[in-house]
């Protein structure tokens, strides 16, 4: 068999002609398919001991919905053992406007930190 | 997959004309992009960086959800239930993909039925490649092994870009794709290797076919990539066209070689020189025929993704309807209970 014998075998499946629209398809009211479904954000927990981190968004209808979407959307590789869901319009966030104001107050606290305070080196390991 | 260089819009000309307090903003956002920083969905970025990235964004978005449809033909008639089910996990990949991105774009402030709607308009473009047919089962091991090997290549400097919600996308989606690059590697191997000689016969055939249009992937010429140099400029695309389509070129090569198949190019070969593959000129007017709507399966590929969405619609509004339902019925139950 040469590959041109082939070819006349090939399954017709993928024609060019347009699929033949449905007469339901064009009647169905257009009432709720243009307001889209609420956005939620998704949190992982990878293993048990770990934190849930945010790991990605998805739309769903309600929270239940939301839960099950995100399995098969980020956990279809075992990446997580327990998913949260919020509505992303609940979720407050600080102003990236506000940055500087917000966090660069503790530029200057290395108090802060244990590598402050230089200690002597037969009890630097505290 | 599969994300193809989308720099097939006419030149953008930046608004000449800017504010003060735009200019001033505009500066800080390139010196942050000069120091390798992320720029993320909340921060200030000129215009034209958030439209230029809506585009790409969306586009590869529609890639991966029109991709889903060359293999989709095939998902009946795998050869085994292994193969079969090798071949569900790697289309629902591609959906998954899909979604991480339009979550991606939907980040800079474009809605997802827009997207959709300019997808379904023709107005919005999806990687060339998936207008041509899945003629035989090879064609699945093939889109594998070039076809997301292309998509690799493109997308692997993507995981660097400086918009961070794509980039993040990308670290996810390159890590899955991987296993779809192995498994059409594989499946062509066990029909080289273990097939009869028709068999063998219908690897070559995909190969010839497909080969030509996954160079093709990379996009045009750096010399033709009207929008490259700003992208560079911005961190969007990290490395050019052409460069990409060597890389690409090289790696496969060797890897023809394993498989048994050779490439349907009389002038490939090994230039000591240049310390990469010389290959034959790209016939540039098919591409162009095929982003213009005029491939094989152009209006097949839409057609289909149309009627997907329409016949969809009850799904979609009933959901609607349950949800608001519940939450009727919650909130009655608690105003009893009240």
Redesign the interface.
Known sequence: MNSSTISTELPKTETTAEWPKTETTAEWPKTETTAEWPLWEVFVRAKAGLDHKHCGSLHATDARMAVQLAREVYTRRQEGVSVWVVKSIDITASDPGDKDMYFDPMEDKVYRHPGFYELPDSVNHM | MYTQAMDTAPKEERRAVRSAEEAVLEQRFDERIDAGGSI?A??WMPEHYRKTLVRQISQHAHSEIVGML?EG?WAT?APTLKRKAILL?KI??EG?HG??LY?AA?TLGT???QMIDALHSGKAKYSSIFNY????WADIGVIGWLVDGAAIMNQVPLTRCSYAPYA??MV?ICR?ESFHQRQGFDALLVMMRDGT??QR??V??AV?RWWWPSLMMFGPPDSESPNSAQSMRWGIKRISNDDLRQKFVDATVLQARVLGVTMPDPLLRWNEERGHHDFGPIDWAEFWRVVGGHG??N??RL??R??AW??G??V??A?????RK??MKEQSMKEQAA
Do not use: H, I, M
Not at chain 2, 133 to 136: A, F, I
């Open positions: 993320e909340k921060d060359p033909n008639r996990a629902q990949d998954g979604l991480y979550a939907e809605s997802r039925d047919p899945t003629l035989s993040r996308a996810r899955e000689e028709a016969a219908v070559q055939d010839n094989p399966c209006r097949e057609a289909a149309v009627r329409d016949e619609a009850w979609r509004d959901a609607t309807a349950f949800a519940q939450a």
